[in-house]
């Protein structure tokens, strides 16, 4: 049972910008890891951002540091990721997900990790051309 429903993708031109949202619901827990991933085509998966919800600590990969921001909505319980100056290869699938992570060590090393990233949504497409 799909618990996280990502939204938001779409087309954009170079330099654009979107921002898309999860709706994480419970999985907004003190003890959790909201992270964004995606998966560019012939790519493998990979980490983009993680916000340690109950230490407010957010992480990032090198290749969006600067350009993407990852964001939550406490009383919606919503996870954003806002990004800025998108380029082709930024192309690909958007996900966010979801993990335990009880120490502040877990949650900075969670980005380098998106295997142990329990819980996902479907995705949402993110194209620029």
């Known amino acids: 049972q799909v618990q996280l429903v990502e939204s938001g993708g779409g087309s954009v031109q170079p330099g654009g910008s979107l921002r898309l949202s999860c709706a994480a619901g419970?999985?907004?827990?003190?003890?959790?890891?909201m992270g964004w991933f995606r998966q560019r085509p012939g790519k493998d998966r990979e980490a983009l951002a993680v916000?340690?919800?109950?230490?407010?600590?957010?992480t990032y990969a090198d290749s969006v540091k600067g350009r993407f921001t990852i964001t939550r909505d406490k009383a919606r319980d919503l996870v954003y990721l806002q990004m800025n100056g998108l380029q082709p290869e930024d192309t690909g699938i958007y996900y966010c997900?979801?993990?335990?992570?009880?120490?502040?060590?877990?949650?900075?090393?969670?980005?380098?990790?998106?295997?142990?990233?329990?819980?996902w949504g479907q995705g949402t497409q993110v194209t620029v051309s």
């Open positions: 997900a979801a993990r335990l992570c009880a120490t502040p060590e877990q949650a900075q090393s969670a980005v380098r990790n998106w295997a142990d990233f329990r819980y």
């Open positions: 419970r999985y907004t827990y003190k003890r959790n890891c």
């Open positions: 916000l340690w919800i109950g230490g407010a600590q957010t």
